[in-house]
């Protein structure tokens, strides 16, 4: 196989490992009413100013299924964690006892349920879409390699390495999203 073919096949692997974090790490925000730490991923505190990950600015803790114990590295950062995990609407209050802050998730109900499981397949198709425009976007970069000597058959094998890997990337997008939607639906 030719050398610029081999890079842009690796080039595309490497974009749909890409998307495929992405997508999981999306899947991951989706909270299944037991308590995780990712659930606050994206709250950022006012740090001094400075927009600040809430993970940098204290420890985050899972006692038990249904809480989260949040220990900030100073004392005078417990009203600007609350804040921000309020401003955020996550569906969760903030309880600040004076040391560290406890978050209660609340069970969910079936309907609740069933808008996550909507959720999950909205995101998941949002990966299928990455992955497929990833697709077109290495097929279109493969065929203007025959105006630098590509045989056509070359061109037709790597597309055809291109499904093949597509259709891989797609079956794991699948996976994520039946394993959340597993989880969502588990009582």
């Given at each position: 196989?030719?050398?610029?073919?081999?890079?842009?096949?690796?080039?595309?692997?490497?974009?749909?490992?890409?998307?495929?974090?992405?997508?999981?790490?999306?899947?991951?925000?989706?909270?299944?009413?037991?308590?995780?730490?990712?659930?606050?991923?994206?709250?950022?505190?006012?740090?001094?100013?400075?927009?600040?990950?809430?993970?940098?600015?204290?420890?985050?803790?899972?006692?038990?299924?249904r809480t989260l114990l949040i220990t900030?590295?100073?004392?005078?950062?417990?009203?600007?964690?609350?804040?921000?995990?309020?401003?955020?609407?996550?569906?969760?209050?903030?309880?600040?006892?004076?040391?560290?802050?406890?978050?209660?998730?609340?069970?969910?109900?079936?309907?609740?349920?069933?808008?996550?499981?909507?959720?999950?397949?909205?995101?998941?198709?949002?990966?299928?879409?990455?992955?497929?425009?990833?697709?077109?976007?290495?097929?279109?970069?493969?065929?203007?390699?025959?105006?630098?000597?590509?045989?056509?058959?070359?061109?037709?094998?790597?597309?055809?390495?291109?499904?093949?890997?597509?259709?891989?990337?797609?079956?794991?997008?699948?996976?994520?999203?039946?394993?959340?939607?597993?989880?969502?639906?588990?009582?």
């Amino acid at each position: 196989m030719n050398e610029l073919i081999k890079k842009q096949l690796n080039d595309t692997l490497s974009i749909m490992d890409k998307a495929i974090i992405h997508c999981e790490s999306e899947l991951t925000k989706i909270r299944a009413g037991k308590a995780s730490a990712g659930m606050l991923d994206g709250i950022m505190v006012d740090y001094y100013g400075n927009p600040t990950a809430l993970s940098q600015v204290g420890s985050i803790n899972t006692p038990d299924a249904r809480t989260l114990l949040i220990t900030p590295w100073e004392k005078n950062l417990l009203i600007p964690i609350e804040r921000a995990i309020m401003e955020a609407n996550i569906g969760i209050n903030p309880q600040n006892d004076g040391i560290q802050i406890r978050l209660v998730v609340p069970p969910l109900t079936e309907e609740r349920r069933k808008d996550l499981v909507k959720k999950v397949k909205e995101e998941a198709e949002r990966g299928r879409i990455t992955v497929r425009n990833i697709r077109k976007d290495a097929n279109e970069k493969i065929k203007k390699l025959k105006g630098e000597g590509i045989s056509d058959d070359e061109i037709k094998t790597a597309e055809g390495e291109i499904q093949k890997t597509t259709n891989l990337y797609i079956e794991k997008v699948d996976k994520l999203a039946e394993l959340k939607e597993k989880d969502v639906m588990t009582v």
